[in-house]
C-alpha cells in the first residue's frame, strides 16, 4: 500500500465504545474501498490533540519512505455540515500541521454531509419505506446536532428542500440537538398537523450517546402523547452510498494538491 497521498478519517470522536467500533467498521470499508494509506484522527476523546495525532502518524511513516518529495495529504472531513468544528477547530489544526510539516500538501475537504449521495442516501432510505403502505409514516423528522454558527441549519434547509423536490407529497421537518427547532418543538408541529406516525431520520454518522438519547426522548415523548408513535432510524455509517462519497471526496481532492 503506498504511502502518500495519505488519507485521514477526520471525525468528532468519542470516548463511546458503540461510536468507537462503528468507526472501526467504516474504516474497514474505506480501506477495502479506496487503495491508498488510510487513519483516523478525531478531535475529541483522544488523549493526543487532531494536529498531534495527524503529526505522530506522519513522524511513524515518513523515515521508512524513500524518494518522496511531496507528499500528499487529505484530511477527509467526516462532518455533516459547517459548525463550529468545521470553520474554526479544523482549519486551525491543518495551520498547526502545515507549520509542522511545510514541505507537504495537506487538503482538508469539505464536510461530507454536504456531499450529494448522502442526501441520496437520505432519499433512498424514504422511498424505501415508501414501498410498504402498513409502515408509512406520515411525516418525517430529519434531525441534525446543530450548531451556533448560522451556517449548519442554511445547509439542512437546502437539503430537506431539494428532498422534498425528490419525494414530492413527503411531509419532511427539520430538527437539532443544539439549538431550535429541536426534537419536542419539532413533534409538536407535527401532532398539530394531525401526524402522529413519524419517523426519526438522524442526520449523523455514528451510533452512541446521541443515539440513545434520542430513542429515550422519543419513548417518553410517546408517554406524554399516546396517539403518537416514533420510530429512531440507524445512523448513516453503515450505507454503501457513504463510502462512495467518502471515495468521491478522495478523488476530488487531488487536482487540489497538484
Known amino acids: 500500500m503506498p504511502l502518500f497521498p495519505l488519507v485521514f478519517l477526520v471525525c468528532h470522536g468519542s470516548r463511546d465504545p458503540e461510536y468507537q467500533q462503528a468507526l472501526a467498521d467504516l474504516l474497514a470499508r474505506v480501506r477495502q474501498r479506496i487503495p491508498l494509506t488510510v487513519e483516523l484522527a478525531q478531535l475529541e476523546g483522544q488523549p493526543l490533540s487532531l494536529a498531534d495525532q495527524i503529526d505522530h502518524q506522519l513522524q ?19 462532518f455533516m455540515g459547517g459548525g463550529s468544528h468545521v470553520e474554526e477547530d479544523l482549519p486551525a489544526a491543518l495551520q498547526q500541521v502545515q507549520a509542522r510539516w511545510p514541505h507537504l500538501k495537506i487538503r482538508l475537504t469539505p464536510p461530507i454531509g454536504s456531499h450529494p449521495a448522502v442526501w441520496d442516501l437520505l432519499a433512498a432510505r424514504i422511498h424505501t419505506h415508501l414501498q410498504d403502505a402498513s409502515e408509512r409514516a406520515d411525516a418525517w423528522i430529519v434531525l441534525a446536532h446543530g450548531s451556533r454558527l448560522p451556517g449548519f441549519a442554511a445547509q439542512l434547509q437546502a437539503g430537506i ?33 394531525s401526524q402522529h406516525h413519524l419517523r426519526l431520520l438522524p442526520f449523523f454518522l455514528f451510533p452512541g450517546g446521541l443515539l440513545r438519547a434520542l ?17 429512531v432510524e440507524p445512523p448513516l455509517w453503515q450505507d454503501p452510498l457513504l463510502i462512495e462519497a467518502i471515495a468521491d471526496t478522495v478523488e476530488g481532492a487531488f487536482p487540489a494538491l497538484e
Not at 521508512?64 to 487529505?74: C, D, E, F, M, N
Not at 419532511?172 to 419536542?184: C, K, N, W
Open 60 to 78: 511513524a511513516r515518513l523515515p521508512r519512505q524513500v524518494g518522496w518529495s511531496p507528499g500528499r495529504v487529505v484530511l477527509l472531513s467526516l
Open 161 to 193: 428542500q431539494q428532498l422534498e423536490q425528490r419525494l414530492p407529497g413527503i411531509p419532511l421537518h427539520m430538527a437539532f440537538v443544539a439549538q431550535p427547532p429541536m426534537l419536542e418543538a419539532a413533534v409538536i408541529h407535527c401532532l398539530r398537523l
Open 215 to 231: 430513542h429515550s426522548q422519543a419513548q417518553q415523548l410517546q408517554r406524554e402523547w399516546p396517539l403518537l408513535k416514533i420510530q
